[in-house]
């Protein structure tokens, strides 16, 4: 090869760099049309702040029905989330989009050869914990190598996700970069009447009256399966000193049905009907933050955590948790919360009065809780995320 075969060479693989750089940055969003669980709050977040703090990347929204407008335009497929035969279809559709760059943000990447990819890891409790799952949903996560083989990058949402992929994966370390989730002040802080007028629109008199009558109230927020331990607070709530009828609690669950729930929605809703339970399957942002304003204390009893989303929104909403010691929860709450060892619901049961009956201790993890949630936004998560993309980009 003479020097201006080389030449010619390098001037060739610049203009390929430049043309594959000049794609759009698509974000995987189909989730929102389905579920309002944790993913589709990071995904939501996420798609909010890109655009702000990073005005020198495209991005598109994909989704496969309508959802709310963000100020990225969206990019439509037939596909729908957790299809049987995704990896294909959606590759095959996205493909005809000719990106630069695709952000999985629910685990699993589609085959989607000469392009970037990047992928979101919330928690690795699928191969923790196999049995608390479906079929259904372990035939999904199973693909998870898969996923992380083409990965160009690997996002875990905490370091305790990280240091999961690093033991139980294959992915290469160097791959893994860690961006903690945020939580949005101004959609979760409200007043107490403002509380009270949403509350009522969207749940009616009746109901917003058993909540806003004078009785502590525990909020538990999570999908309705095994691995977030909802049953632990039903026993809970039935253990003294909870349950003294003079300062019984109101326990309010927020969640969808998820996977092997059927006995826990059988006990949720013998609970509901003794009057100690609400559950509301389908809580909106207004509503959820209208919980968080009301609520005594939020209970977050999960076997495992990526990393927790209700436990960071409920400190930024100035609300006091009592959680699990367990997965990332520890490395989130830090000192601001009140982590538990034990799965005795007796326990809990203590641990949930303590915080109700003493509002020094509450006032002051509420202080603690606020500066802690401070040090978590979307705008960080963002901006972070977009430095990742340009590394990936740049490759």
Not at 107 to 127: E, K, Q, S, W, Y
């Amino acid at each position: 090869m003479t020097a201006n075969d080389g030449a010619t060479v390098k001037v060739q693989d610049r203009a390929k760099t430049m043309k594959h750089r000049s794609g759009r940055v698509l974000i995987d969003a189909r989730l929102l049309a389905y579920r309002r669980g944790g993913i589709s709050r990071y995904i939501d977040g996420l798609t909010e702040w890109l655009p702000r703090v990073a005005p020198d990347l495209p991005f598109a929204r994909v989704v496969n029905r309508p959802i709310a407008r963000s100020k990225s335009p969206d990019i439509c497929v037939r596909t729908p989330p957790h299809f049987r035969f995704e990896r294909v279809s959606l590759g095959v559709e996205l493909s005809l989009r000719s990106p630069a760059l695709l952000h999985s943000t629910d685990f699993i990447a589609p085959i989607l050869p000469g392009v970037r990819h990047v992928v979101t890891v919330h928690d690795l409790a699928f191969l923790l914990y196999p049995a608390l799952l479906s079929k259904d949903a372990l035939r999904y996560y199973g693909q998870i190598e898969r996923s992380l083989r083409v990965a160009d990058r690997v996002i875990a949402v905490s370091a305790y996700t990280a240091g999961q992929l690093s033991e139980i994966t294959n992915v290469a370390n160097d791959k893994i970069v860690i961006v903690h989730n945020g939580a949005d002040e101004r959609r979760v802080s409200i007043d107490r009447a403002e509380a009270s007028t949403i509350l009522r629109r969207e749940l009616g008199d009746e109901t917003t009256s058993r909540i806003l009558e004078n009785r502590p109230v525990i909020l538990a927020v999570g999908t309705i399966e095994p691995r977030k331990r909802q049953q632990l607070l039903l026993q809970a709530i039935e253990r003294p000193p909870l349950c003294d009828a003079q300062t019984a609690p109101l326990l309010i669950l927020v969640g969808q049905k998820g996977w092997a729930c059927d006995a826990i929605v059988a006990d949720i809703e013998r609970a509901s009907a003794a009057g100690r339970v609400i559950w509301l399957d389908d809580a909106s942002d207004d509503t959820l933050a209208a919980l968080y304003c009301v609520a005594t204390v939020l209970a977050l009893p999960s076997l495992d955590e990526g990393f927790g989303l209700p436990l960071l929104e409920a400190m930024a909403a100035d609300l006091v948790v009592v959680a699990a010691r367990r997965g990332a929860l520890p490395e989130v709450a830090g000192d601001a919360a009140v982590l538990l060892d034990s799965d005795d619901p007796s326990a809990w049961a203590e641990a949930l009065h303590g915080i109700i009956v003493d509002c020094t201790r509450r006032e002051a993890l509420i202080a603690l809780g606020r500066l802690r949630a401070a040090e978590y936004t979307w705008e960080r998560t963002a901006r972070r995320t977009a430095d990742v993309y340009r590394e990936v980009l740049r490759q």
